[in-house]
Structure formats: C-alpha cells, structure tokens
C-alpha cells in the first residue's frame, strides 16, 4: 500500500505540471485518490453449479494478482502514473476490498483517461492483502501476472487447477456507463477521499466463447485435460489440446478475431486478460503489453 508522503509529493510533481498545461497555470483545490481492487462474487464465492452450462461448480483458494501502473490524465495522450510504477500483490480470494495505492493532493475535478495494468511481478512490487513470500517467489520464478487454484466439482468428480500466468495487460479507458450515460476515468473530489475499486472476476477464465456478448459459462472441456486422471488440470494438459478439436467435438470455444488461439492453454489465457474491471460495472479497453 502507498500511502506515505513520498507518494504524495510524487502525485503532485506529475500532476500539477499536466493542470497547469490544462488551465493556464491556475491552481485548483485538490483531494486524494484511494484505489482499492476486490474478488466479485464468483471470486470469493466460487461459481455455482447453476451458473455453468455443463453442471461443473468452481471455488478458488487462491486468486493472486499483481495490480499496478495505475495513472490519470485528461485524454490518453497526457495520462501520467501516480508513483513510480508501485505494484501490490492480491489475493482476491481473500473476501473485502484491498488497497492498491492511496494519491494525496490531487489535482480536483475530472480525470476522464484512467489506466490501469496487471503485470509479472515487478521489482516494485509489495504484498498485499492475503499474500505472502511464497506467493511472490513462486509467481517471481516464472514471471507471472495472475495465480488461480482451486476446485471443480461435478457429482462425484472433483478436479483442482493451480495456474500461473505469464501475462502483461493494460486496462486503458475505463468508463462506466449508466443508462445512456458514460463517465468515463474518474472525478477526484476536493478535499475528501475518491474512492475507485478495481473488481476482479473469475467469470471470463470458463466463458466458451472469446468475442460472444454474452457466453455461457463451461467446464467441461478443461475437465477433459485431465488425461492422466490424477484429478489435477495443468497448464501443460491444457496445452495439449487443441481448440479445434473441441469445438469439433462439443462446439463452443470460439476465437473470434483473436490470433494464436491453437489449445487450450492459448484459450484461457487469452480469457485470463479479461478478468478486471472498474468500478463495478464499468469496462476498460484491454491492452496486450
């Protein structure tokens, strides 16, 4: 967590210089900036049977991301990090929201350009809520962004997962929109705390189709990886299939206009870049880094 006047002096000297370009150099009330990021239900919850298509059900131990990068600007051209590049380390597992970063003195009014980015642990990176060393050594040894494990059950079938993955992603113009009605980046208030919350769902991981509105949610394939039967679903396994052949043999799993969707593997990291969000129902434009 950043929060120390380091940061805040930090917030200042990035902003400050951008307001004066906006505003002729007149200088406005400013207020602070708490990011927080927090596991939606099917986080902390797991997902119910009911939920999925084929009748699996899936709880998580573990939901460990590396959250950082965070940055305000005007338009996208003039966003500016909060810091130097801090990263927290979070177990969204773990229920209730977490902080990310706590801005002191910024610049009030309308930032309509906010970004965000998941990244391998960095040199930056702290723990956060519910992490630990092992977590940061493990995910540190092969460059991960994101760590799953948990649990899928179907009758008397029990299947566990325990994923890394290696990827970089920047979330760039989140929005929300509320009815006919977009707000886009973040509105800091004068001299009190904006709060924006980052959620993190494990929805898209199982979603059957990468470019569908609205997928239904399926287990079964990643169930049928298992071929050693040892009742645990590896990275590995998964790479060993190859989409094509399912979707030939129970449909579903399209890739729309993603490339280098080839197994399994490609396919749920591909859905494992969309698992952030903002403020609740808002949505941001994903960025492969």
Known sequence: MFRASSLSSVALRVLLPLLAACTGGSLRPSGDLEVTTQGDLSVEDGIAATDFADGWAVRFDRFVVNVGGIALGVDAASVVPLGEEPYVLVDHAVPGPKTVLIAQGVIAG???????????????????????????????????????????????????????????????????????????????????????????????????????????LRFEALANADVNGDGAISLAEL???????????????????YININT??????????????????????????
């Open 239 to 257: 790479d060993a299939v190859a989409v094509a052949d399912v979707r030939a043999s129970i449909g579903h799993y399209g890739a729309g206009t």
């Open 110 to 216: 309308d930032w309509p350009a906010f970004t965000y980015e998941l990244r391998p642990i960095r040199a930056t990176t702290t723990l956060g809520g519910g992490t630990t060393d092992e977590d940061l050594m493990r995910m540190r040894m092969v460059a991960a962004s994101t760590f799953v494990k948990g649990v899928a059950t179907k009758g008397n079938t029990t299947k566990t997962f325990e994923w890394l993955f290696s990827l970089a992603t920047a979330y760039e113009g989140c929005r929300v929109m509320q009815g006919t009605t977009i707000t886009r980046g973040v509105h800091v208030n004068a001299d009190t705390t904006t709060g924006v919350d980052l959620p993190v769902s494990a929805r898209p991981l199982f979603e059957e189709d990468l470019s569908a509105l609205k997928p239904a």
């Open 264 to 289: 399994m593997r490609d396919y749920i990291s591909a859905q494992a870049r969309r698992i952030g969000g903002f403020r609740g129902i808002g949505s941001c434009q994903l960025k492969r880094l």
